[in-house]
């Protein structure tokens, strides 16, 4: 069965640090491009980053200089670090890839809060 599965989320005060993982599961991601999306409630779904298969990533301003994506094709894992985190980073966060563009992993719960 294909899956992505993200973790790492949690509470965390403002200006803090958080590192997201999402691991594939069914496929092997090496040959594919990934993805980090989050939703806020009551918002659509925003593209935080992606990250090519190649290892080149490309980022929204909203995140740039903040958010760094990585992966690591030998453990099927993509990476989201981010800093310096604000109140408006609170969202679920999730994964995608260009295996499968309908694809969407169970999220993670990130909290932003003083």
């Known amino acids: 069965e294909v899956q992505l599965q993200a973790s790492g989320g949690g509470l965390v005060q403002p200006g803090g640090s958080l590192r997201l993982s999402c691991v594939a599961s069914?496929?092997?991601?090496?040959?594919?491009?990934m993805n980090w999306v989050r939703q806020a409630p009551g918002k659509e779904p925003e593209w935080v980053g992606s990250?090519?298969?190649?290892?080149?990533?490309h980022y929204p301003d909203i995140v740039k200089g903040r958010f760094t994506i990585s992966r690591d094709d030998a453990k099927n894992t993509v990476y989201l670090q981010m800093n310096r985190l604000t109140l408006e980073d609170t969202a679920v966060y999730y994964c995608?890839?260009?295996?499968?563009?309908?694809?969407r992993g169970q999220g993670t719960q990130v909290t932003v809060s003083s």
């Open positions: 990250i090519s298969n190649s290892g080149g990533a």
């Open positions: 995608t890839t260009s295996y499968d563009s309908l694809l």
């Open positions: 069914g496929f092997a991601i090496g040959r594919y491009g």
